[in-house]
């Protein structure tokens, strides 16, 4: 009870609150540099942010995991942390940011934060302190040093594009220094239980503000051993779960999210109930577009056939794109090849082992191909996150350095810099979309909400017919047999909801027979327009689908007979 109190203070989640809320939530990733600046310099902050709530609750979304947006020198846009426990002065202060979260909460929205708890900014007095101190001393041990770069050799380098080695030459210390990102994001050393102690002192500092729940940035490497990969090791799960009832004892139903690109049943270690509650779907991913690309089930359908044991109240958390490139490391080499030359021939277009796009022009900007690959984002099992823009088919720029090109200004109108600013074009934090089929006076907020038939409407549409069905967050999914390779087909289960999702992969017609021996008697029910089609009878039940098409049917209970 007394410990309970320490959260007192907080803002308090939004009202209706039940555990397992994770399940049913639309999440919304946002960042806001490049979301909307208030006051004129170019750089989106929260006061800009808190005044595009109505549009993100208009929208739809009832969750925003909201990027690093701590001081930082930006070596890695704020993934590299000088201060856990402030706000960035270009973003406002800690009183903006509570207003925002109060003003989220009252929305019904909830704040999923991020906690780059590997590794911190080497500006961060912590490191500052550490190179100066007394080696083997407590403060020097707060990251990982070592006399040779010989160390943990078989660990891969994952900005392979951007660093030689994990290992850097720090003069100042007279050592070698760990890093698994860039040069100048030293790992933080776990093994010190002072570095515990200091995290979990900046995890108190956010759950007492009444932050929702964190996103655990590069959680698999947070230990070190010789002769390993150095990801996911026990010593690692054993630190998550320490956290883990660090936060439900005080502060109730907050939530974990692993970031871990790492293969299914390695995530699943992290889904066992005791430590994260959601973890990104990082091997699924890239077989939606590797699918949609052959035109066949099978890159799906295997991910979802040996999708490992994870505990009831886990989810796994679906994406398309994020804020990163589109990573390929979940794949194997021939794949990753295919997957190049299908969506990034421009070698522009590729970074270290991925395709620095974003969703619309990855998919050649066509409609229907977005609306599938939403629809599936939506209805596969899991909790879908959005990244900002793709809800407006918002293009790229591959031309500027690392992931910029997909962080660009988020397109509000056709007025000057997209109406994100008012500042000096040339202040702006990044320059805005200005390549032509994705240019800010045709991709916009203000003409696609003007719009019936728009992507933004349309996706609209979509979240409000998924938050109808718990089955889509909370469902059972079982595969369907399908005389067709074109179509996945599968349903959700959950409680006496039934949802049948059918999917045409193929940019061609195509009809298919389904078995449905299971729901005979049973009358298909679009979910979109409460079209019936007739009751599922004793053969395989027999549809056509478009170029590209989708249904999700609701399976409902016929008339009773006689
Ligand atoms: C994953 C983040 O998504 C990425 O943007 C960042 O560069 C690395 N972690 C390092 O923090």
Redesign the pocket.
């Known amino acids: 009870m007394a410990r309970r109190q320490e959260a007192r203070g907080a803002t308090a989640a939004p009202a209706g609150s039940s555990t397992l809320w994770y399940k049913d939530a639309i999440i919304y990733e946002v960042h806001v540099r490049t979301f909307y600046d208030s006051d004129g310099d170019g750089y989106g902050d929260f006061r800009g942010l808190t005044e595009k709530l109505d549009y993100l609750q208009d929208l739809g979304v009832t969750a925003l995991w909201v990027?690093p947006f701590y001081p930082s020198p930006w070596v890695?846009?704020g993934?590299?942390v000088a201060d856990y426990t402030d706000v960035h002065p270009a973003y406002g202060t800690l009183r903006d940011f509570k207003r925002f979260l109060a003003e989220a909460h009252r929305r019904g929205i909830r704040v999923i934060t991020?906690l780059?708890l590997?590794?911190t900014s080497d500006q961060h007095p912590w490191f500052q302190r550490a190179r100066r101190a007394r080696p083997g001393s407590r403060w020097r041990d707060f990251y990982v040093w070592s006399d040779t770069p010989d160390r943990y050799r078989q660990v891969r380098v994952?900005?392979q594009d951007f660093e030689p080695s994990n290992w850097t030459w720090d003069p100042v210390a007279g050592a070698y220094y760990w890093h698994?990102?860039?040069k100048h994001?030293p790992d933080l050393n776990y093994d010190n239980p002072l570095v515990w102690k200091a995290m979990f002192r900046v995890v108190d500092f956010w759950m007492k503000l009444g932050v929702d729940g964190f996103r655990l940035?590069?959680v698999p490497y947070l230990f070190e051993r010789e002769g390993t990969s150095c990801a996911g090791l026990p010593e690692t799960h054993e630190f998550i779960r320490a956290l883990r009832s660090h936060i439900e004892e005080r502060y109730g139903e907050r939530i974990l999210l692993a970031?871990a690109n790492e293969p299914a049943a390695e995530l699943a270690r992290y889904l066992q109930g005791d430590e994260c509650h959601m973890a990104f779907h990082f091997p699924l991913m890239p077989r939606l577009y590797l699918a949609l690309h052959r035109e066949d089930r099978e890159p799906i359908a295997a991910v979802l056939r040996d999708e490992p044991a994870i505990a009831p109240t886990s989810q796994w958390a679906l994406f398309l794109r994020?804020?990163?490139e589109l990573s390929l490391e979940m794949v194997t080499p021939e794949e990753r090849e295919e997957l190049w030359q299908a969506y990034a021939p421009d070698p522009q277009a590729r970074i270290n082992l991925g395709i620095r796009r974003r969703l619309a022009p990855l998919l050649g900007n066509d409609r229907r191909r977005i609306e599938l690959m939403n629809a599936l984002l939506f209805s596969l099992p899991g909790t879908p996150v959005i990244y900002y823009g793709d809800e407006i088919g918002m293009g790229d720029n591959i031309y500027l350095p690392d992931?910029h090109g997909v962080r660009t200004p988020m397109q509000w109108s056709a007025d000057r810099n997209a109406g994100f600013s008012r500042a000096n074009p040339q202040r702006l934090c990044a320059p805005v979309v200005v390549d032509p089929p994705f240019h800010y006076e045709a991709v916009n907020v203000e003409a696609q909400l003007a719009s019936p038939d728009s992507l933004l409407n349309w996706m609209k549409r979509l979240i409000a017919v998924r938050k109808r069905y718990k089955a889509f967050g909370r469902g059972t999914c079982e595969l369907l047999d399908a005389d067709n390779r074109h179509i996945l087909a599968f349903t959700r289960r959950y409680g006496d909801e039934t949802v049948l999702v059918v999917a045409n992969l193929s940019r061609f017609v195509q009809g298919v027979r389904l078995n449905l021996s299971t729901y005979r008697g049973r009358v298909p029910v679009d979910l979109f327009g409460r079209s019936t089609l007739p009751p599922v009878g004793d053969d395989p039940y027999f549809l056509t689908l478009g170029p590209h098409g989708f249904y999700w049917f609701a399976l409902e209970p016929g008339p009773v007979s006689g």
Request: hydrophobic fraction near 25%.
């Open positions: 990027l890695d846009d993934y590299d991020d780059v590997n590794h994952i900005f698994r990102f860039y994001q940035d590069a970031e994020n804020h990163d992931r």
